[in-house]
């Protein structure tokens, strides 16, 4: 299977070390912490679900350069250097990821707490590329944080930069990248990266799960097999998001053919929680490539239908409650424009299957979804 073949899934650091004030913590970002995590993935399923990726986003950095110019992991938070940190995930059978950025400062830098200005790949990359394959990277999350520090290059040039250096390196790399949808990456980044970012950060809250979502409407067309449109990190069990709330979140991202990337602390999640990022009737209907990433099916508005086409013929399909009091929402074929008329409708929360009848109907709690399997 050729890489990013199908919606990356993974856990990455950077929403886990995020306090309610949107401020890092990187205090706790150490390499015991994303060691537990790791471990943490294995010890729930997540692992065997199919989260694969464990990346080490912003704050692992030193503040300089060593003689020969490389990059260096902070003394004290991860003393020992990244490979050895890369080679004990390799071990639990997980790939590695880091962050990077194409500018000569970090996000980080804005944060007093850091203690030092992380430095990012400017006029580095060929050996930042280099060292990253030393390390046993597989995965670079390359993020154009701080447009003030990128020596007048574009964001096109900074991505293709870094592409190019990838490319020469003895080792596949999936490569991320981010500018927040601020230059409509999805008109270029196919050729550049396997997943683009196409909107500012996601935020635990209701209002940024919804505000992302409507941003996300008109970008089937830019999704593929190896190129993924990335509506930002999970948020599932952060912040206080309600079981319905999450459920919803996740459903949606799954039609969406996100990539999954977990951002919750794996070591203290629930048991809810975990079961959700585990379903594997949701985690197939984000693998499964039909043709076309999900897309809202008819009118925006309180109770909403979001559909994707599947490969077997049928079609996944949340049903959307955005608002505050429970909904009845529903869907015929014709909504759903299928080809061939689905004979059995199978409900991801519960796994019933019933008969299709030409209607969905579903009475949908406040702020929650529901996902149906039409086959």
């Not at 399923?45 to 110019?69: C, K, P």
Request: negative net charge; contains cysteine.
């Amino acid at each position: 299977m050729a890489l990013a073949d199908r919606p990356l899934l993974g856990w990455n650091s950077w929403n886990c070390f995020l306090t309610a004030e949107e401020r890092a913590d990187f205090t706790g970002l150490t390499a015991e912490a994303i060691l537990g995590c790791a471990q943490a993935l294995v010890d729930s399923g997540m692992r065997d679900a199919g989260y694969e990726y464990v990346v080490l986003d912003d704050g692992w950095q030193a503040d300089h350069r060593d003689s020969t110019g490389r990059l260096l992991a902070h003394p004290t938070r991860f003393p020992d250097g990244i490979a050895p940190l890369a080679e004990q995930i390799h071990a639990l059978g997980l790939r590695f990821g880091l962050y990077a950025v194409p500018g000569s400062l970090t996000c980080a830098q804005q944060y007093d707490d850091y203690g030092g200005a992380p430095l990012g790949s400017l006029n580095h990359e060929e050996l930042d590329a280099q060292t990253f394959a030393e390390w046993g990277v597989d995965f670079l999350k390359y993020d154009w944080c701080r447009a003030d520090h990128n020596d007048g290059l574009t964001a096109i040039d900074a991505f293709t930069r870094m592409r190019r250096e990838l490319d020469r390196i003895d080792r596949p790399v999936a490569y991320a990248i981010s500018e927040y949808g601020r230059f409509e990456p999805w008109l270029w980044a196919p050729r550049i990266a396997h997943m683009w970012r196409t909107t500012d950060d996601l935020l635990p809250t209701w209002a940024s799960l919804m505000r992302t979502l409507d941003l996300q409407a008109d970008l089937a067309a830019y999704s593929r097999p190896g190129a993924w449109n990335d509506p930002d990190m999970l948020q599932v069990g952060n912040g206080a998001l309600t079981d319905g709330e999450n459920r919803a979140h996740f459903y949606l991202w799954a039609v969406l053919n996100a990539p999954l990337i977990a951002g919750n602390d794996l070591r203290t999640m629930t048991a809810g929680v975990r079961d959700l990022l585990c379903d594997p009737e949701v985690i197939a209907v984000n693998q499964d490539w039909g043709g076309r990433q999900g897309t809202r099916i008819g009118p925006a508005g309180a109770g909403e239908v979001w559909a994707k086409p599947m490969s077997d013929g049928g079609a996944a399909v949340v049903l959307l409650n955005r608002s505050d009091a429970p909904l009845e929402i529903t869907a015929t074929a014709e909504d759903l424009n299928l080809k061939t008329a689905p004979r059995t409708v199978r409900e991801a929360a519960t796994t019933e299957t019933s008969s299709f009848e030409g209607r969905l109907r579903r009475l949908v709690a406040p702020h929650d979804a529901t996902l149906l399997r039409l086959s």
